[in-house]
Protein backbone atom coordinates (compact mmCIF):
# COMPACT_ATOMS: atom_id res chain seq x y z
CA UNK A 1 0.00 0.00 0.00
CA UNK A 2 1.18 3.83 -0.99
CA UNK A 3 -0.14 7.02 -0.32
CA UNK A 4 0.88 10.09 -1.95
CA UNK A 5 0.19 13.68 -0.88
CA UNK A 6 1.39 16.10 -3.75
CA UNK A 7 2.04 19.88 -2.27
CA UNK A 8 3.76 22.78 -4.34
CA UNK A 9 0.82 24.35 -6.48
CA UNK A 10 -0.28 28.08 -6.47
CA UNK A 11 -0.94 30.43 -8.36
CA UNK A 12 1.48 32.03 -11.00
CA UNK A 13 2.23 34.38 -14.00
CA UNK A 14 3.03 32.50 -17.43
CA UNK A 15 6.68 32.42 -18.02
CA UNK A 16 7.11 31.31 -13.83
CA UNK A 17 8.12 28.39 -12.33
CA UNK A 18 6.96 25.98 -9.78
CA UNK A 19 8.17 23.01 -7.99
CA UNK A 20 5.35 19.98 -6.99
CA UNK A 21 6.54 17.62 -4.79
CA UNK A 22 5.04 14.27 -3.84
CA UNK A 23 5.38 12.51 -0.68
CA UNK A 24 4.67 8.98 -0.40
CA UNK A 25 4.33 6.65 2.41
CA UNK A 26 5.22 3.20 2.74
CA UNK A 27 9.29 1.88 2.60
CA UNK A 28 9.07 0.13 -0.74
CA UNK A 29 8.98 3.45 -2.42
CA UNK A 30 11.94 2.50 -4.53
CA UNK A 31 10.16 -0.27 -6.27
CA UNK A 32 7.96 2.12 -7.51
CA UNK A 33 7.85 4.14 -11.01
CA UNK A 34 6.11 7.11 -10.83
CA UNK A 35 3.90 9.44 -12.92
CA UNK A 36 2.24 12.83 -12.90
CA UNK A 37 -1.06 13.63 -14.75
CA UNK A 38 -3.06 16.45 -14.41
CA UNK A 39 -6.32 17.79 -15.48
CA UNK A 40 -7.94 20.67 -16.65
CA UNK A 41 -11.67 21.54 -16.17
CA UNK A 42 -13.76 19.90 -18.65
CA UNK A 43 -10.87 18.04 -19.84
CA UNK A 44 -9.74 14.12 -19.14
CA UNK A 45 -7.05 13.85 -16.76
CA UNK A 46 -3.49 13.64 -19.34
CA UNK A 47 0.02 12.48 -18.65
CA UNK A 48 2.60 14.24 -17.99
CA UNK A 49 5.64 12.44 -17.04
CA UNK A 50 7.10 9.34 -15.72
CA UNK A 51 10.01 8.14 -14.08
CA UNK A 52 11.16 4.58 -13.72
CA UNK A 53 12.07 3.40 -10.25
CA UNK A 54 15.82 4.29 -9.99
CA UNK A 55 15.41 7.69 -11.66
CA UNK A 56 17.22 6.93 -14.69
CA UNK A 57 14.60 6.65 -17.41
CA UNK A 58 12.06 9.45 -17.70
CA UNK A 59 9.43 10.41 -20.37
CA UNK A 60 7.32 13.14 -21.14
CA UNK A 61 4.54 14.55 -22.49
CA UNK A 62 5.62 16.56 -26.11
CA UNK A 63 3.39 19.53 -24.76
CA UNK A 64 5.57 19.73 -21.67
CA UNK A 65 8.70 18.23 -23.30
CA UNK A 66 11.87 20.67 -22.36
CA UNK A 67 9.82 22.37 -19.96
CA UNK A 68 9.39 19.94 -17.26
CA UNK A 69 11.61 17.72 -15.54
CA UNK A 70 10.71 15.12 -12.89
CA UNK A 71 13.14 13.47 -10.51
CA UNK A 72 12.82 11.18 -7.41
CA UNK A 73 14.72 10.80 -3.78
CA UNK A 74 14.44 7.13 -2.88
CA UNK A 75 15.93 8.27 0.18
CA UNK A 76 12.81 10.91 0.64
CA UNK A 77 10.38 8.65 -0.42
CA UNK A 78 9.64 12.06 -2.95
CA UNK A 79 9.38 12.74 -6.56
CA UNK A 80 9.07 16.16 -7.52
CA UNK A 81 8.42 17.75 -10.73
CA UNK A 82 9.98 21.26 -11.59
CA UNK A 83 8.11 23.22 -13.98
CA UNK A 84 9.53 26.08 -16.22
CA UNK A 85 8.34 28.69 -18.54
CA UNK A 86 4.88 27.66 -17.72
CA UNK A 87 1.57 28.58 -19.70
CA UNK A 88 -1.62 29.28 -18.67
CA UNK A 89 -2.38 25.96 -21.13
CA UNK A 90 -0.39 24.30 -18.33
CA UNK A 91 -3.29 24.94 -15.60
CA UNK A 92 -5.10 22.17 -13.87
CA UNK A 93 -4.89 19.85 -10.61
CA UNK A 94 -1.57 18.43 -10.71
CA UNK A 95 -1.67 13.96 -9.37
CA UNK A 96 1.18 11.92 -9.00
CA UNK A 97 0.91 8.11 -9.07
CA UNK A 98 2.44 5.48 -8.80
CA UNK A 99 3.00 1.99 -10.32
CA UNK A 100 4.68 -1.06 -10.58
CA UNK A 101 5.01 -2.04 -13.75
CA UNK A 102 6.80 -0.07 -16.52
CA UNK A 103 3.53 -0.75 -19.44
CA UNK A 104 1.75 1.71 -20.51
CA UNK A 105 3.49 4.16 -18.34
CA UNK A 106 1.59 7.01 -20.12
CA UNK A 107 -2.01 5.67 -19.42
CA UNK A 108 -3.81 6.63 -15.90
CA UNK A 109 -5.63 3.07 -15.94
CA UNK A 110 -2.67 1.32 -15.74
CA UNK A 111 -1.55 3.20 -12.23
CA UNK A 112 -2.04 1.83 -9.42
CA UNK A 113 -2.33 4.55 -6.57
CA UNK A 114 -2.97 8.12 -6.64
CA UNK A 115 -2.57 11.21 -4.37
CA UNK A 116 -5.59 13.99 -4.54
CA UNK A 117 -4.38 16.51 -6.36
CA UNK A 118 -2.40 20.13 -6.00
CA UNK A 119 -4.02 22.86 -8.18
CA UNK A 120 -1.88 24.75 -10.46
CA UNK A 121 -3.01 27.77 -11.98
CA UNK A 122 -1.05 29.81 -14.97
CA UNK A 123 -2.19 33.34 -15.28
CA UNK A 124 -1.43 35.60 -18.18
Known amino acids: QVQLVESGGGLVQAGDSLRLSCAAS????????MGWFRQAPGKEREFVAFIRWSGGYTYYADSVKCRFTISRDNAKNTVYLQMNSLKPDDTAVYYC?????????????????WGQGTQVTVSS
Open 26 to 33: GRTFSSYA
Open 97 to 113: AAKRTLADYSSSYAYDY
